[in-house]
Structure formats: C-alpha cells, structure tokens
C-alpha cells in the first residue's frame, strides 16, 4: 500500500519557530512568481488561499504578513519527518517538504499509520494528514481529503476510492498530454469523475491512444511506483579507538584517514559529494553530530579533510572522544560550468565595455577637463565619515532580500551571491542582535536621500552592515 | 569601373563554373541591393582576360579565369562587362555538358541587360543589371605588404580558426587577429574558453609591424583560396581592409579576395597565455582525439560536454583516463598511455570534450603536450615537434 503524508503547514510551522513574534499573525509564504504556496489558518479565516497572487491575498486580508518561500529551511525541517517515515518504511519518496509518500507493507498498517502521523505531527509541531491507497493518486487524494483531518483515511477500493479521485481535474494531471487535457476540456470532461461516466469505447474514440491512459487513471492507477530516494546514499567511514581520545591531534588524523577513504570510494564511483556529516562519540556514550554542504562538489581528500577538520572545530568537544564517522551524502555526478579565459572585470564589464568606457572617460576628462570626473566609488567613500562607530573591512554593495519584524528591524537576511559568485539558493543570515541602527543621508542623483542603517550581528556568525533604502536593502559592509 | 561595351567571349564551361563558384561566396543573399545578388563578369580590352566578381560589400571576391580560357575567348580586343545572378548562374552552368561557353551581352544600350549562353545547342539569356551599378572593388593603399607560403596560410588558419567565437555581441571576437611583426604573421581566436595562437614566417615583408581582425567567413574562404601546396599568398594590410591575392603562375588563374576588417580592440590576449606549468603530459594525439570521441558520445547528454581526464601510475605505467558521465546514457571509461616526469604529482581535471576535440582534429603531429598547473587553471596543448602553435584551454568546473 502506499502510504501519503500531506504537510501543508510545515512552512508556516518553520517560519513561527524561527520568529515567535508571528505566532496567531495572518502569514502567507510566497513563491518567486509572487503567488501564494501556503497560508497560516488565521490569513484562511480572511479568504486567503494558496495559489492567490500577493496583492489580491492582501486586499482580502489588510494585516497579512508575506514571507518568501524558503524551500531551503523547509526541507531542513521536513528531512526529520522524512526520517520518522523511514524508520516504518524502506522506501521513501519526499517530493517536498509538504508530501512524502512511503511504500507500507505487513499488518495492521491504518494503525501503524495512525501512529507514526501522530509522532510525526508532534516532532514538526505541524498538523501531519496521512492517506492511504493502491497508488500515489489514490494516497495523496486520501490524505488530501476532509476526513483526513480526524485519521488517517483508508481508501480502500470500491466507491470510496472513486468518491476520492472523482474531484481531481484533468488539468491537474502532468502526466496527461496537453493536447489530451485540452480535448477533454472542449468536450466537457474536466475531472476523473467525468471520465468514470464515460463507457470505455467512448473514451478510446474521443482519445485515441491516450485512451487507456485515461481510463487507468479514472481507475487510479497512476503507474508510478514510490521510489527509495530517502535516506539519500552516502559514503560512511568509521574509526573507532581503543582508549579514549583527547588529543586533536590524533582526532586530525582519524580525520585524515577517513577523508582519504572516502575520497578513494568516491572516486571509484566517480561521483562526488556536496554534504559532508561528522559524528563524534563521546566518553559515556553521548553523540554529538554536525554537517556542512560543501562550496562545490567535491571528492578531493584535501577538501574533505579541511571541511572535516572544520566540523570538529564546530562541534566544540570537551570529553574524550571513543569514535568518528565521517559520511559523504547527497552524492552526485555533479554539474558543470565551463570558465573563461577573458571574464568580465570587477564591474561586470566585459574587456570590449572597458576600452570603450575608458575611450569615453578620455573624452570627457580632454572635454570638460581632469576633474570634472570623479570615480562613483570615491564620491561615495568621501561622503561616508564613521565619527562615532568603527568602519567594517569589506566594503560590499550587494542587494539583499531581509525580513523584518513588526517594526521594520531586519530578522532574517537572504544573500543570493557569495563572494560575487550567484548562489543557487539564497543563503539564509539569522539576526542575533542589532548592534547599531542609525539614519544616514546622502546625496543619490542630485537629491538628498535619506536611509536607515543597521550593523546585526547574525547566525552563522557575522557581523553586517545593512542599508534600508525605500522598498530595497542592501549589505554594504562585512567584517572580516 | 565596369566598361559600357558589351561582352563577348567563349571559354570552357568548367573553368567558368570554377570562378563562379569561387566567388560565390562573396555574393549576398539576403540584400536590400539586388546588384548584389549578381556577379559581374568583365573583359580586359588590352589583356582579354576575363574575371569574375562578387561582394556583399564587406567582401569582394575576384577571380581571374586561366590563361588557357581566356586564350580560347573570342573577339580579344573588344572589353566589355555583364551582370548575371549569381545563384541562377551557377545552377545553370553546373548543369550544362562539358563544352565551351559562348557568353554574349549587348552594352548599355541595347534594349534591356542581359547575358546570353550558349553550350552546344543549349541557348540561354539571363537577365542581369546594369554592369555600372556593379560595387567597383577597392583599391588598397599598400601600407604593409608580405607573402606567405599557401600551406603555411592554410594552416594557420585551419588551426585557429575553430577557436573563433559564435558571439556576435562581441564582434571583435568573430574574428581572427592577424598580427604581424619582425617577419613573423602570427594568427590568433579566441571565444573566451580557449585560444589558439599560430606563428608562420612571411617573406618579401614591406611595410610597417601592423595587426587587423579578419571576419571568420573571410578566413574560411581563405582555406579554398589557397588550395595546393605550391606558390604563395601575397596579404596587404592597410587602416579597415586587408587583401589576400592567390596567383597560379602554372594556369595564370588568380584570385584576390579582399575583406573589411572588424573595427575594435582585441583582447590583450597574452595575459591569460600560461607562462608556467607543473605537470606536463606527452600523449599520443591520435589515441587521445580517438578516446575523447568515444567519451563524448557519453558526455554530451547530461554532463555539458565534460570529460573528466585524470593522470595516475596504473600497474606501474603512466596513464591518462578519461572518464564521462550521464544519467540517462551511463559512463565512460578510457585509458592511455601518457609519459610524463616521475615525480610529477597526479592531476585531475575536467574539459569540454568539444574543445579538445576541435584542438587535437586540426593538429597533424603525432605527439603533443598538455601542460597544467591546477584542476581550474587553464591547460595548453602543443605539438610535440613544433613550437610555432599552442592552444590554451579553460577546464570546466563542477558545480
């Protein structure tokens, strides 16, 4: 049977535990496209759904508080839920942080079920539905479904199965042709229910070879079987001691030894990993455990090694140790970007840009005269004077997504380019605490422009100088 | 300038054919100027040789027919010029017999433009325009003028000209630089990912050290132009143009093809040559292109081209292995035998396969070098036996 564990509140759960001050706000989180992907129970009870674009969500309710969707710290918290799964099942699709689906075999599994929902709902602090049925069609549209909200929802076959996947629009349905789904709709047949009406002779005529596609899928057999993609593959290497370890010098090169082992394994499968895990067992059989996604994928024993080694700094280990293990996961064959011989400059300016704007530059000075142009960089850096706080090392101008609280104070800050390289996803900043806030003016276009400044102080450890300007933030400095 | 006279001459179907098709190139055809889809076919009155014409006006090609053909012409004396379409022409002539020609055209006052052809009983007239009207070809100031030898010039450009980039937000890079100086023509492309560099020596050099971006279309007619190992090409350098004259001293045939070159600065391209290297391996190329072939059957589909070549002591040998990846075809495995110095530490370091590919298809060594220093510095490859050619090769970086 397969089983289907509907989270839809896993996000809104994830964003309260991060910022308390939302618990009983109308929330709603936002995807890039600006459409809403899940809404708190309080924006529902103002009309609020998911799949509403921002603007008419917030003529709807005044007071809604819209997040972007950060799968990122969504599927954190969600992989302790997918664990849960695992623990009752060997095969575990996740295909998001709000639906999992787990293949279920042996006795009693609506009681199993039933249990592991409850579990998993109080480890998420999230309400978890759990569905039931012969396919992921059949489970998703059990765990979907009103009933689900008392238990979980067994479908078995029969009439309940159809009054389960009667409602399901064809529209909904990727697996179908476009083509498919559009002829359907220009003979009235919107739903799986409209297809059940139709005698199976009908349902060939109308869709030639997609017919017996169709007329699986109203029987709720989707064809696609759970896969076991959880817990992801890795590559694990233990050291266990005979006495126990205090020296770090010692633990650096049990570290050494599995990062070369696993280097080796890796490239013998000629994959690479892009997360590296470290568990250290501690005198009195304690575990203390922590995990690092590397920059790049990497199968290198030097980069192993050096993440490794950063690890155990971060673990901070106070007792004997009495073993190590070292896993490499999320294994891949990895993507590729092909460098450039001749890139674009600081400035983004290919070589061409830079002769032509030097060209001009020339042109101007013999024009106007050498001062009459002056470099942005230093007219800014004249106007900013630090008279009363110290100024940070890396001068950055880089805009940034930030959250805020109620008062407009930045909570969370989103960086979508490290180092000057794009990220592929935002990288998340925690504020601990906002060192200084200050307002500054400057002038931008031949007007006086007013800003609101702030130094944080963030999780990982950071300290950043944040510039508010209008509707956009940017960080515009770094210590370092 | 064209004359006003008309035309009149006879000449074989096959050498015409030939002129024609090799200044077809040059004829444009998607134009806004329909003389432009013409060719212009003239007569000398004083040499009789006849030649042949086209230009999309960055371009002109012009080819003299042999001496032979132009022996065979009738009415010598009489100059005179036509125009025909070039794409009709051409059609027409490849499917005549074996036969001489008869070309026939009244002059600008006859009652309409037009080119008459007769081969056999075969009586054709293709309407044309005014030969006037026909764009007349440059005069170049000579400000630098050199030769060199045809082979030299083929391969120069054969072995540079893949490296030319597609981009054409960047002109200056759709092009191959040709820089001359001290003697030395040296031919350069780039396309940001890699770098070809190629040095030939020139004789009888006359002029000013000078340097110009030639447009990739006019290099590859270069590579027909100079056909044969025989004879020379004479290049002429001057501001925005540069000429390329092919002569046949054996048949008296000649074709000059002379080309605008592309405005802008080219990279100061040294800067990115490697002045160093760590780790050096010899390869047998052949072996190499062989096994890189077979590899990017497997890389190109999920894995952008990447081949992954890793350099280690297998069994007590130095060997290369080549390795490529894709989810939905499989993997790749290919090993060689490299030499390289014994305490060379091993290397790993991922290419686009099309890049070697291009590289190792226009070299004709037998063995070559390939010279790194770390897995994301760039790579040079050169011959073994020669040091007048490298290609310098950005990796590709996993992500």
Same mark, same amino acid.
């Given at each position: 049977m397969v089983a289907c564990f509907w989270l839809d509140g896993i996000g809104i759960a994830c964003e309260?535990?991060?910022? #308390?001050? !939302?618990?009983?706000?109308?929330?709603?989180?936002?995807?890039?496209?600006?459409?809403?992907?899940?809404?708190?129970?309080?924006?529902? *009870?103002?009309?609020?759904?998911?799949?509403?674009?921002?603007?008419?969500?917030?003529?709807?309710?005044?007071?809604?508080?819209?997040? #972007?969707?950060?799968?990122?710290?969504?599927?954190?918290?969600?992989? /302790?839920?997918?664990?849960?799964?695992?623990?009752?099942?060997?095969?575990?699709?996740?295909?998001? #942080?709000?639906?999992?689906?787990?293949?279920?075999?042996?006795?009693?599994?609506?009681?199993?079920?039933?249990? =592991?929902?409850?579990?998993?709902?109080?480890?998420?602090?999230?309400?978890?539905?759990?569905?039931?049925?012969?396919?992921? =069609? +059949?489970?998703r549209q059990a765990a979907r479904s009103r009933w689900a909200a008392e238990g979980v929802v067994v479908?078995?076959?029969?009439?309940?199965?159809?009054?389960?996947?009667?409602?399901?629009?064809?529209?909904?349905? /990727?697996?179908?042709?476009?083509?498919?789904?559009?002829?359907a709709l220009r003979i009235g047949v919107g739903t799986l229910g409209d297809v059940m009406g139709l005698p199976p002779a009908e349902i060939d005529r109308q869709f030639k070879e997609c017919g017996a596609l169709l007329r699986r899928l109203a029987a709720g057999d989707d064809g696609d079987p759970v896969k076991a993609i959880w817990p992801p593959k890795g590559i694990e290497q233990a050291i266990a001691f005979d006495d126990e370890v205090g020296d770090e010098h010692l633990l650096h090169q049990a570290l050494e030894i599995c990062a070369h082992k696993i280097a080796a394994r890796l490239s013998l499968e000629?994959?690479?990993?892009?997360?590296?895990?470290?568990?250290?067992?501690? %005198?009195?059989?304690?575990?203390? *455990?922590?995990?690092? $996604?590397?920059?790049?994928?990497?199968?290198?024993?030097?980069?192993?090694?050096?993440?490794?080694?950063?690890?155990?700094?971060?673990?901070?280990?106070?007792?004997?140790?009495?073993?190590?293990?070292?896993?490499?996961?999320?294994?891949?064959?990895g993507a590729s970007a092909q460098l450039a011989l001749l890139s674009e400059d600081e400035n983004g300016l290919t070589y061409e840009q830079r002769e032509k704007l030097t060209a001009t530059l020339a042109h101007l000075k013999g024009k106007f005269g050498i001062a009459a142009v002056t470099p942005g960089r230093l007219?800014?850096?004249?106007?900013?004077?630090?008279?009363?706080?110290?100024? =940070?090392?890396?001068?950055?101008?880089?805009?940034? %997504?930030v959250v805020t609280d109620p008062s407009g104070a930045p909570v969370r800050i989103y960086r979508a380019a490290i180092g000057g390289r794009p990220s592929v996803t935002p990288v998340c900043y925690e504020v601990r605490w906002i060192q200084n806030s200050w307002r500054e003016a400057d002038w931008l276009r031949g007007e006086l422009s007013e800003m609101m400044c702030y130094r944080v102080l963030t999780e990982p450890d950071g300290l950043y100088e944040l510039h508010h300007r209008g509707t956009n933030w940017r960080l515009c400095a770094v210590y370092d | 300038m064209a004359t006003k006279g008309g035309l009149t001459a006879t000449t074989p179907r096959k050498d015409l054919f030939d002129g024609i098709q090799m200044v077809g190139k040059a004829v444009s055809t998607r134009t806004t100027l329909p003389i432009l889809t013409h060719v212009l076919i003239k007569k000398d009155a004083e040499t009789g040789k006849i030649s042949i014409t086209g230009t999309d006006l960055n371009m002109w090609i012009e080819h003299t027919l042999p001496t032979a053909a132009n022996a065979a012409l009738g009415g010598l004396g009489v100059g005179g010029a036509a125009t025909a379409p070039a794409r009709n022409l051409t059609e027409l002539l490849s499917a005549m017999p074996e036969a001489n020609v008869e070309l026939h055209a009244e002059g600008s006052d006859g009652p309409s433009y037009a080119l008459h052809l007769r081969c056999n009983k075969a009586n054709y007239k293709l309407l044309g325009l005014a030969p006037d009207e026909f764009p007349p070809v440059p005069q170049l100031r000579a400000d630098t003028t050199f030769k060199v030898k045809r082979s030299d010039?083929? %391969?120069?450009?054969?072995?540079?000209? &893949? /490296?030319?980039?597609?981009?054409?937000?960047?002109?200056?890079?759709?092009?191959?630089?040709?820089?001359?100086? *001290?003697?030395?023509?040296?031919?350069?492309?780039?396309?940001?990912?890699? !770098?070809?560099?190629?040095?030939?020596?020139?004789?009888?050099?006359?002029?000013?050290?000078?340097?110009?971006?030639? $447009?990739?279309?006019?290099?590859?007619?270069?590579?027909?132009?100079?056909?044969?190992?025989?004879? &020379?090409?004479?290049?002429?350098?001057?501001?925005?143009?540069?000429?390329?004259?092919?002569?046949?001293?054996?048949?008296?045939?000649?074709?000059?093809?002379?080309?605008?070159?592309?405005?802008?600065?080219?990279?100061?391209?040294?800067? +990115?040559? #490697?002045? *160093?290297?760590?780790?050096?391996?010899?390869?047998?190329?052949?072996?190499? =292109?062989?096994?890189?072939?077979?590899?990017?059957?497997?890389?190109?589909?999920?894995?952008?081209?990447?081949?992954?070549?890793?350099?280690?002591? %297998?069994?007590?040998?130095?060997?290369?292995?080549?390795?490529?990846?894709?989810?939905?075809?499989?993997d790749a495995l290919e090993q060689i035998e490299i030499a390289r110095d014994a305490d060379e530490p091993d290397v790993e370091i991922a290419f686009n396969a099309k890049y070697l590919i291009d590289v190792l298809s226009v070299l004709d060594c037998a063995g070559l070098y390939l010279e790194l220093t770390e897995s994301l510095r760039p790579g040079v490859v050169r011959p073994t036996e020669s040091t007048d050619y490298f290609c310098v090769l950005m990796p590709m970086q996993v992500v």
């Open positions: 309260r535990s991060r910022l #308390p001050h !939302l618990a009983e706000q109308p929330i709603a989180l936002a995807g890039e496209d600006d459409l809403l992907r899940a809404v708190s129970s309080e924006a529902r *009870a103002y009309g609020v759904r998911p799949g509403q674009a921002i603007v008419f969500a917030k003529s709807l309710c005044q007071g809604l508080i819209v997040l #972007p969707y950060d799968l990122a710290a969504y599927t954190d918290s969600a992989e /302790a839920v997918w664990d849960g799964v695992a623990s009752e099942s060997g095969v575990v699709e996740p295909l998001s #942080p709000e639906l999992v689906y787990a293949w279920m075999t042996g006795t009693d599994i609506p009681q199993r079920l039933q249990t =592991l929902a409850l579990s998993l709902a109080d480890r998420s602090k999230t309400e978890v539905r759990a569905g039931l049925g012969r396919s992921k =069609l +059949v489970a479908a078995g076959a029969g009439a309940r199965e159809e009054a389960l996947i009667a409602p399901v629009a064809l529209a909904a349905l /990727a697996v179908l042709p476009a083509k498919v789904r559009a002829r000629r994959t690479y990993c892009r997360t590296l895990a470290l568990t250290v067992c501690l %005198e009195g059989g304690e575990s203390i *455990a922590g995990q690092e $996604p590397l920059a790049s994928p990497a199968r290198d024993s030097i980069v192993l090694e050096r993440a490794s080694r950063r690890l155990l700094g971060r673990l901070m280990v106070d007792r004997p140790v009495l073993g190590i293990t070292l896993k490499a996961s999320r294994l891949t064959s007219l800014r850096r004249a106007q900013r004077i630090h008279l009363w706080t110290y100024r =940070l090392g890396q001068v950055k101008n880089e805009p940034v %997504e | 010039l083929r %391969e120069a450009v054969k072995q540079t000209l &893949f /490296a030319v980039s597609a981009d054409e937000s960047r002109p200056i890079l759709t092009g191959i630089l040709l820089s001359y100086s *001290a003697g030395i023509l040296r031919t350069v492309a780039t396309d940001t990912h890699r !770098l070809a560099v190629r040095e030939i020596e020139t004789i009888d050099g006359n002029g000013p050290d000078t340097h110009g971006v030639a $447009p990739s279309s006019a290099m590859s007619e270069i590579l027909r132009m100079a056909s044969g190992d025989d004879g &020379f090409v004479t290049v002429t350098i001057c501001d925005n143009q540069i000429q390329f004259r092919v002569d046949d001293e054996k048949t008296g045939a000649g074709t000059t093809l002379i080309t605008r070159l592309i405005e802008g600065q080219f990279p100061s391209y040294e800067r +990115v040559i #490697p002045q *160093a290297w760590d780790k050096r391996l010899t390869i047998e190329r052949e072996a190499l =292109l062989q096994a890189i072939r077979r590899a990017a059957i497997v890389a190109r589909e999920g894995s952008a081209n990447r081949v992954i070549l890793r350099s280690s002591k %297998e069994d007590g040998e130095d060997t290369l292995t080549i390795t490529a990846q894709s989810g939905n075809i499989g």
